[in-house]
């Protein structure tokens, strides 16, 4: 007797293995690493590699009290040493004519901070690797400090909102057009609210890290240490790429593209009343983040348009 | 086993830190240019280009990640090899903690130059005394022949079974980095024979994929505490290990080192001068004349820093009336040399007699004839009963 297959919705058809993390694991409830994680291994499939760092993800990721919640093998290593130590794996990996899906899963602090210099010098010599960066605006796991990707007026641990503070006062650093500079097969941006987006973008890192080096940013929100509730992050993912304030898109070899395009974006005021690091913005203030939001957008869309002249 | 005679050229020690790494077959090899060391990486590449070497090469963006690749390289369960020097170690410092904690059996070449202050692009053991407590193997050599056989036999220890540290071979850079000598390389066949030991052994740990293993953890474990504690014994066992890698080289190329330590002429002695590095063969030079003269003294060049050669120390200085240490670096808060201070710490174990620091040749300065002269006298006056200065810095007291 032949049972009916149920249709399942079409994220699942991506799946190619099963989940290989235990039921429960230790993250911040409502934390959107949790997802990231299940569905990076079950896109990309058991025989993954991963690499990381003392971070949110770590405990999780890179065992905790020897233990961990996973069966992927894995390399922890300093916040230094990430994209390096990929490389001595891939790089020996293809010394034996082993093929071998390499990851590094680490936060915007390591990877646009102290962890950038190893990870640009892997991009120049197009290591085949995927780097995947979590981008929570800071340093969650040491506390809520600032980093270089928090936004104009975040308020974080370093950068408090008292008497005379007022948040951040710099811009972030847009880490993915600062690695898709570096011309490498693929860059992607990528959010949870957006699944089957990301889960393309994933198969296809997977195949274009036989090209050379993949960068994914993942916009990550950080329900305590942005002061959303816990069962919202997903709502802040929809508005932040509602609001271009985190538009989605790939590059290969330097060739831009949106993969999804907002008819009629919503004013930035849309995504940060969501978000209680920026509650105490005025509306100057808020005026220079929609300001922001839109210019990053405007060279993103240059970017997407741009030809090359046939004069040169 | 006698082997056939290999080659001899005349290189620089770069060059034969390059010849010995060559010759063991590396799987990666990572390196940055830093002056003295920078030659290494050069004949490596040239190597590869050349179709000599085969093995990944990466050219690295800093020393931090030219450690941490090689780290990887070898839990993944390959050969690797690496130079710097100076700031370049310095640079790489937390990646050579977390190689030391993780028992990755790399390889390193290090031209021992100066760290701190003003920049000193000039020779002396700082920086090397600066990664005392890493958790590596420090070797230091005199000469490029002992470079190159060096390299060769930090393969063997580091990725002995029951080894499984990173050793690093230190030479005096510009001394010995630029400084070309006869050296006679082995053939390949040879190298691989010396080596071949180690395929004989169980296959260490190695990360790939489809297998449930961690390299690393978080959190406050018991493990550790265990985990530092095999790692101290490793070390402890890299002593004789040293020993007998080195008789054996000795037995296959017919060149050996002492191990640990080399004793020159100490057996009647009656004073004994301890040395390392290219200051070691001045010293040799300055005690034939000494004895010739009818003064009983005699040498020990120190091959092994970590671990400290404590039992053979022990053993060679027993008896013996007075003993003057030449170090080329400091040891900061204690204001003596730093392997001074280390045999002071074995005065109950070999007698409480006078024990005399030299603190010479810092930042590129001769440790000349005279100096090692006056040594020996000062050491020789103090084994008489005379008073002495326990802590002399040569140059500044000429």
Redesign the interface.
């Known amino acids: 007797m032949t049972q009916k297959k149920k249709k399942l919705p079409r994220v699942f058809e991506y799946f190619r293995d099963e989940d290989q993390f235990a039921g429960g694991v230790a993250f911040c409830a409502g934390c959107p690493l949790e997802l990231t994680l299940r569905i990076l291994s079950k896109v990309l499939g ?4 991963i690499v990381g760092t ?1 971070s949110c993800s ?2 999780v990721l ?5 233990g ?1 919640w ?9 916040m ?2 990430v ?7 891939v ?6 004519g ?1 093929d ?2 390499v990851v590094c899963f680490t936060g915007d602090g390591c990877a646009a901070d102290v962890g950038f ?2 990870l ?2 892997a991009a ?2 197009n290591e085949n690797f995927i780097y995947i960066c979590y981008d929570n605006e800071g340093y969650m796991n040491t506390g809520i400090q600032r980093s270089s990707t928090t936004p104009f007026g975040a308020a974080t641990t370093t950068t408090p909102v008292g008497v005379v503070g007022r948040g951040k006062e710099m811009s972030a650093k847009n880490l993915p057009l600062i690695m898709a500079m570096h011309r490498v097969p693929y860059v992607a941006t990528a959010t949870l609210s957006h699944m089957e987006d990301f889960i393309k973008k994933l198969l296809k890192a997977k195949e274009k890290k036989n090209e050379g080096f993949v960068y994914i940013h993942v916009f990550s929100p950080c329900p305590v240490g942005w002061g959303i509730e816990s069962d919202s992050a997903i709502q802040v993912c929809r508005m932040a790429v509602r609001t271009n304030y985190f538009p989605l898109w790939e590059a290969e070899r330097g060739r831009f593209r949106l993969t999804h395009t907002v008819a009629t974006p919503k004013p930035v005021t849309e995504y940060t009343k969501l978000i209680r690091k920026f509650r105490h913005l005025t509306e100057e203030e808020l005026a220079r983040l929609q300001e922001e939001v839109n210019s990053n957008f405007a060279f993103l869309h240059h970017l997407a348009e741009f030809e090359t002249p046939k004069a040169c | 086993m006698k082997v056939r005679k290999g080659e001899i050229k005349v290189i620089t020690g770069n060059a034969a830190a390059a010849y010995g790494a060559m010759l063991c077959r590396p799987d990666v090899v990572a390196s940055y240019p830093v002056t003295p060391q920078t030659e290494v990486g050069e004949q490596l590449s040239r190597f590869h280009a050349d179709g000599i070497l085969d093995a990944e090469m990466v050219e690295v963006e800093g020393e931090s990640s030219s450690m941490n690749i090689t780290a990887a390289a070898t839990l993944a369960g390959g050969r690797a090899f690496t130079a710097t020097s100076s700031w370049g170690l310095m640079f790489m410092y937390d990646a050579m903690l977390q190689a030391a904690g993780f028992r990755a059996p790399v390889v390193m070449a290090n031209a021992n130059r100066e760290t701190p202050g003003i920049l000193a692009v000039s020779c002396g053991q700082q920086d090397m005394v600066s990664t005392r407590d890493s958790g590596w193997v420090l070797i230091v050599v005199e000469n490029c022949q002992e470079i190159l056989d060096s390299v060769i036999m930090a393969f063997r220890l580091a990725e002995d079974i029951e080894i499984q540290l990173p050793v690093m071979v230190n030479y005096d850079g510009f001394y010995l980095s630029y400084l070309a000598e006869a050296v006679e390389i082995p053939a390949r066949e040879d190298v691989d024979q010396f080596l071949a030991p180690l395929k004989l052994q169980p296959e260490r740990t190695k990360l790939v994929p489809e297998r449930p293993l961690g390299c690393g953890t978080h959190g406050i474990l018991v493990e550790f505490m265990e985990l530092r504690y095999k790692h101290c014994a490793a070390l402890e066992r890299a002593k004789r290990k040293l020993d007998e890698i080195d008789q054996e080289f000795g037995e296959f190329f017919g060149r050996s080192y002492g191990g640990q330590i080399e004793e020159y002429r100490t057996e009647d002695a009656e004073i004994v001068v301890l040395a390392s590095g290219s200051a070691a063969g001045t010293a040799r030079m300055v005690i034939d004349t000494k004895r010739a003269e009818g003064l009983k003294v005699g040498l020990i060049k120190l091959r092994v820093f970590r671990p400290f050669p404590r039992e053979r120390l022990t053993q060679a200085l027993k008896g013996k009336k007075a003993i003057g240490v030449i170090d080329r670096s400091v040891c900061f808060g204690w204001n003596c040399g730093p392997i001074y201070m280390e045999l002071r710490a074995l005065s109950p174990d070999i007698g409480f007699v006078p024990m005399m620091s030299f603190i010479d040749g810092l930042a590129n300065m001769d440790i000349s004839i005279p100096h090692i002269e006056r040594v020996i006298d000062e050491v020789y006056a103090a084994s008489q009963g005379k008073s002495y200065q326990e802590v002399t810095w040569i140059p500044l007291e000429e």
């Open positions: 058991r025989e993954t590699i003392p770590a405990p890179y065992g905790q009290n020897i961990t996973h069966r992927l093998p894995y390399y922890s290593c300093l230094t040493g994209a390096s130590s990929a490389t001595g794996l790089r020996y990996y293809r010394k034996i082993k071998v899906t210099q190893p640009s010098g120049e010599r």
